[in-house]
């Protein structure tokens, strides 16, 4: 079976990058990377009482799935998602470590509630009244291309369109030391069986052993390099420039994703 | 979808050690709940705590991943001849060809809430033997299996709070179609830990005494521990007698609420139909229904109205958590492989510490121990977050 999905929305935040079209210009080299704090927009689509609770990395997933998913005119409640990430929300998880270390460990039962690595996908789920199936995983830094095998495997043999949203925030210290995220960035992609009037390319994607690609842009790099979710971005740049060609993403220490290109003209 | 032999599996809870010692419980409805006293945790509840994680030691040059989530995954990979199998399908379909899938919820968060008591007292940093990648990540598990195991094919965690471990043999079964590898070993891991003891606490979730699936005055979960582990293939044209299969995964979104499932349960409903769908069957072919039931008021009574939408109230079902605790992210692949030693034995476990049914549940629930062939079972697990999935196993296509 190939594995080949076409990609039918994008969406992108990061540090400097505020949503797909700036990002391809940036990453296309039409306009200068300047460097800038992520600014992550509040997530209208949920309840009043459900967006007080949600911290940066569910605003960060929302934003980038809901960009991802408006181009295609797909109804998101219809979609099957994949969300991949190495580690929630590292505020929340801060502030639980820090309670139970203290006498009486009282504890929020938002937090708790919140403190599970499927927030993202329940508040998108809550958010758009998406019913469908909703997958979400963690590989460390592995986890842009184990969630890119996952979507591209449902795509392929499920024959469904799948969300696959990518995202990586900070923790606060003391585990900031110990696991360095410097900020928030995000990507998502629609895939979808067929072409669609807004598929930008099609993807055909399989392991490899070769080596993977970096970025030259040393800005763009330390981006790459910085956040699992933007083990993605060699893939963005290739679908920015609109050129045909064979990705090599990072994925495991043994092995790597590789994925071909056609764009749709 | 195709059927998957279930080729080799093995599960470690409270109430046994192995395949063998699980099953023993089982027929003797024995629960391993206990009154907690995990670690310094000062709560009025009951935890099923599996013996000997502590004492287990990994091996020399995977020390980093030392943990008790990846001790508890340690000392189940030792059951049953696990181990064995794996290295022996590595063998014959290439370490490349073989996966790893399995489901947490909290990895060894543990791990960190120690560290956090250790802080520097002038810097706050955490000590410097503290290994975030290999104990805290919800990844370490899933590393430290495939290390262990010398597999270099795709791996992954699947962290879908208490249903993880269900969806994780929906992403190895697809994995396994699109032919990017030949095996899978696909399981749970979740062990003891303060955020989720204190975390259930907080929200009122939790029972002081042994939890009492589906019982009039039931009153919330007892947190327990485990790790199961199954080794799929493609089944093969001509299935061995005696063989379990996994014949379908159906999967939904509730879209409700983070922690409080949907009152009419119709996000589980669609989860159980998925699976029915997927592995060609109707509701009159599952002969017995391994509930998810935690024991909460409210799970409970949105479950059996999901159940009893879809099946009716003839079908035979019970909640083996008043035994095991709920294993939260280990729960789905332990129960999964208690509906493969219920297939395998003929054996529909009943709930135990049920007393008195909850006349308001209309479903059939079992209190006793049934004997009786089984050809399929159905297993239900649903998460926070709205995450649901069901598994049907069985002994023919």
């Known amino acids: ?167 990586d925030s900070e923790y606060p210290e003391p585990l900031h030391a110990k696991r360095p995220i410097p900020d928030a960035f995000g990507a998502a992609l629609l895939l979808t069986p067929l072409r669609h009037h807004s598929s930008v390319a099609k993807l055909e994607a399989a392991l490899s052993d070769l080596k993977f690609e970096r970025l030259t842009d040393p800005a763009l790099e330390g981006l790459r390099s910085a956040f699992p979710a933007a083990r993605a971005l060699p893939l963005l740049r290739s679908l920015a420039m609109r050129t045909q060609g064979t990705v090599i993403l990072e994925y495991l220490d043994v092995s790597r994703v590789q994925v071909r290109v056609d764009p749709c003209v | 979808m195709n059927p998957l032999l279930l080729k080799h599996f093995t599960a470690t809870s409270c109430i046994g050690i192995g395949a063998a010692a699980t099953l023993q419980s089982l027929l003797e409805k024995r629960s391993g709940l206990k009154s907690c006293d995990f670690e310094t945790v000062d709560l009025d509840t009951h935890i099923g705590e599996v013996p000997g994680v502590d004492q287990t030691r990994l091996p020399e040059d995977l020390r980093q991943f030392d943990c008790r989530n990846n001790r508890l995954a340690e000392l189940a990979l030792r059951q049953d001849g696990f181990l064995g199998a794996v290295l022996e399908a590595a063998e014959r379909w290439g370490r490349r060809r073989v996966g790893v899938f399995l489901g947490t919820s909290t990895a060894g968060i543990l791990q960190t809430e120690l560290a956090y008591r250790e802080r520097d007292p002038v810097s706050g940093a955490l000590p410097a033997s503290f290994e975030y990648g290999p104990t805290h990540n919800s990844f370490s598990v899933a590393d430290y299996v495939r290390r262990r195991c010398r597999l270099e094919g795709p791996a992954v965690a699947v962290s879908c709070a208490c249903a993880s471990s269900a969806k994780a043999f929906g992403s190895a079964r697809r994995m396994i179609e699109a032919r990017l590898i030949d095996a899978a070993v696909v399981g749970g891991v979740d062990s003891l830990c303060l955020t989720t003891l204190y975390g259930f606490h907080s929200l009122q979730l939790s029972s002081s005494g042994p939890c009492r699936p589906f019982d009039v005055a039931r009153d919330g979960i007892s947190i327990g521990e485990a790790a199961a582990f199954a080794l799929l293939e493609r089944a093969p044209d001509k299935v061995d007698a005696g063989s379990v299969l996994l014949l379908g995964i159906g999967e939904s979104s509730d879209a409700y609420h983070m922690s409080a499932p949907h009152p009419e349960g119709l996000g589980a409903r669609r989860a159980m139909q998925a699976a029915l769908a997927s592995a060609g069957l109707g509701a009159g072919d599952i002969d017995y229904i391994n509930l998810h039931g935690t024991a909460t008021p409210s799970n409970d009574r949105s479950e059996s109205q999901a159940v009893a939408g879809l099946f009716g109230t003839a079908t035979p079902c019970s909640s083996t958590k008043g035994a095991t605790g709920h294993t939260l992210g280990a729960a789905g692949a332990l129960e999964a492989i208690i509906s493969v030693l219920a297939v395998k034995n003929g054996l529909l476990p009943g709930g135990v510490h049920t007393d008195e049914i909850d006349p308001a549940l209309k479903i059939r629930y079992l209190k006793d121990n049934r004997r009786a062939p089984l050809k399929r079972v159905l297993s239900n697990s649903f998460g926070f977050g709205g995450s649901n999935c069901s598994l049907i196993v069985g002994s023919e296509e």
């Open chain 1, 1 to 167: 079976m190939s594995l080949s999905a076409y990609i039918s929305g994008l969406g992108v935040l990061g540090p400097g990058l505020t949503n797909w079209p700036q990002a391809a210009a940036v990453l296309s080299g039409t306009e200068t990377y300047r460097a800038a704090a992520s600014v992550l927009p509040t997530p209208t689509i949920l309840p009043s009482a459900e967006r007080r609770r949600v911290g940066r990395t569910v605003k960060l997933a929302l934003a980038v799935a809901l960009e991802a998913s408006s181009q295609s005119g797909e109804d998101p409640a219809a979609l099957a998602s994949v969300f991949t990430s190495s580690g929630a929300d590292g505020h929340n998880c801060h502030e639980l470590c820090q309670a139970l270390s203290l006498a009486g460990r009282e504890i929020s039962p938002t937090r708790f509630a919140n403190s599970v690595h499927n927030a993202a996908a329940g508040y998108w789920s809550i958010g758009t009244g998406a019913m469908a199936p909703s997958n979400v995983l963690c590989a460390f830094d592995a986890s842009f291309a184990a969630g890119l095998l996952e979507a591209m495997t449902q795509v392929a043999v499920d024959q469904v369109p799948v969300l696959l949203v990518a995202y």
